[in-house]
Each structure stands twice: as C-alpha cells, then as structure tokens.
C-alpha cells in the first residue's frame, strides 16, 4: 500500500489533557491508529493506539496514547533494549528518501529512554557499523510518559540538532516516519506490535513504507 501523506504542522503549548483526542495542541488531521496491516486475520490490535505529530522551534514533536489493561515493564535504566523488557513505544525519523541515514528511538512504558542512529541500514546489517556505533548517538529528546486509566501516554520533542539541524526544514520539505509499539500482557505468550505505517511484513525497518511526512 502506498504510504500516507502527513502534514506535519507548527504547534505551540503543552499537552495538558491526554484524553482528549487529538491531545491539544496537535492537529487532528495528523493523527494516525497503530495498526497490523500485515495481519490478513485482524489489522486492529487487541489494544488501540493512535497518535499525532506537529514541530516547533525546539524540534519534531510525537503524542501517542495507548489503552493498555497490563502495562508491564522491566526496564531500570536509559539505552537499554527496552523492546525487550516490555511495553514500548519507537519513532522512527528518516529525513529524507535519499538520505541513509535515519533515527530509531524508544520510550518505555515507565520512562526510559534509548536513541539509535542507523548511517545506513545496509551496513548495519551486514555489521559493517556495529551496534555500539549505533547506540552512542545522544538525540538530548525532551520526553515524558503518563499514566491513564486503562492505559499510558508519551510526548516526545526530538530537537532539531539531534537531526544535525539549527532550526526545522522549510516548508514542503518531505521526511519519512513510523511509529511503532510493542505491546506486553501477561496474558500473551508474546508482545503483540503494531505501527501506524503500513508494513507488508512486521519489519520496522521498512522505511520505504514508512509514511511521508510533509512540513506545512
């Protein structure tokens, strides 16, 4: 499926309300669900999520707000792997189609942080850059978590010198990003994920099907 075109629009303020959808100050029309479009049986997941994008002067700026009846976690420190240890969220930036490199980085459920930069997928993967390489990048993203009735929140101002940038790209500069959750319960014998992009297998590395993000 072709990716979705999102405007990604200037905001100003703070979330003061995450129950409200969108949460202000973000637009609705960027919102987006986290979905399984890999999954021909159920492209909703057991748990719903959805989230919204906007920038400032300070960075890239990510809501999401997730029902989650079993929030668990086991993650005691940043640059863990916190996928591995419980229920995550990931944003995924890639600024450009013709750029290698892009960005990966996750919040845990109870706070956590770790940032990756990927110069280019390819050499990762053959392990031409290792993961120490990819670990030691520092995005300095402002972020916090909240904890809802029957599930979690988090916000994310990822600024603009963690993309080696000194302000945000003119307008009708096109990007590229996905967001992505892993999912714990006690009652699965594994995480259940799901993305707002529309993955034809459950890669999250995809980025040729990650949605375009359009400044406006």
């Given amino acids: 499926m072709k990716p979705t075109i999102v405007p990604c629009q200037s905001i100003t303020g703070e979330v003061k309300d995450f129950t409200t959808r969108p949460p ?14 890999w999954d021909k049986d159920s492209k909703w997941p057991k ?5 919204w994008c906007g920038y400032d002067q300070e960075g ?3 809501a999401v707000v ?12 940043n640059n863990q792997k916190l996928w591995m240890l419980g ?16 960005y ?12 990756l930069r990927f110069p280019s997928r390819e ?24 904890d809802l009735k029957g599930g979690w929140a988090a916000e994310i101002i990822i600024p603009w010198k963690g993309f080696g940038l000194s302000q945000f790209p003119p307008p009708g500069t096109v990007w590229q990003f996905a967001i992505c959750r892993y999912n714990y319960s006690s009652s699965l014998p594994e ?26």
Avoid: C
Wanted: aromatic residues 16%; proline residues 5%.
């Fill in 24 to 37: 202000g100050p973000y637009p609705s029309s960027s919102q987006l669900p986290l979905l399984r479009f």
């Fill in 47 to 51: 748990e719903k999520g959805f989230s």
């Fill in 60 to 62: 890239l700026r990510f």
């Fill in 66 to 77: 997730f029902e989650d009846s079993d929030i668990i976690t086991q993650a005691t420190a």
């Fill in 87 to 102: 229920d995550t969220v990931e944003f995924f930036v890639k600024p450009g189609e013709q750029e290698k490199v892009y």
């Fill in 104 to 115: 990966e980085i996750h919040i845990s459920a109870n706070g956590y942080l770790m940032d």
């Fill in 123 to 146: 050499e990762f993967r053959s392990k031409v850059i290792s993961w120490e390489q990819v670990l030691a990048y520092e995005s300095g993203s402002r972020y916090r978590t909240v």
């Fill in 191 to 216: 995480p259940e994920i799901s993305s707002t992009a529309y993955f034809s297998k459950p890669d999250f590395h995809r980025y040729e099907e990650y949605h375009d993000l359009v400044f406006i």
